[in-house]
């Protein structure tokens, strides 16, 4: 994935995050938000744990799981068969 993708969904991550944070208590523990054939879905784990997922035409590429506060996210990336082809943690 080229770097302009990875920041686009970093950058739906962190308004995901914002937008749901002080909400999170009030809404569902899960929500979704799409755009040209691009869906965010935000997923609550628990209180502080979560899961954030972008899928493209409806197929996985890429998930990111962390903690509110942490210090390190796990972030994978997906082809369109499903095989992760690559993990790293971002610290």
């Known amino acids: 994935m080229c770097k302009t993708g990875k920041r686009i969904f970093f950058c739906m991550f962190l308004i995901l ?9 009030a809404v569902d523990k899960n929500a979704s938000q799409t755009g040209e054939g691009y869906a965010v879905e935000f997923e609550w ?9 972008g899928y493209q035409d409806g197929v996985l590429l890429h998930e990111a799981v962390g903690k509110v506060g942490g210090e390190t996210m796990l972030s994978r990336e997906f082809d369109e068969d499903g095989n992760l082809i690559r ?3 971002i610290q």
């Open 87 to 89: 993990e790293e943690i």
């Open 45 to 53: 784990l628990s209180d502080v744990d979560f899961i954030v997922r």
């Open 17 to 25: 995050c914002f937008i749901g944070l002080p909400f999170a208590g």
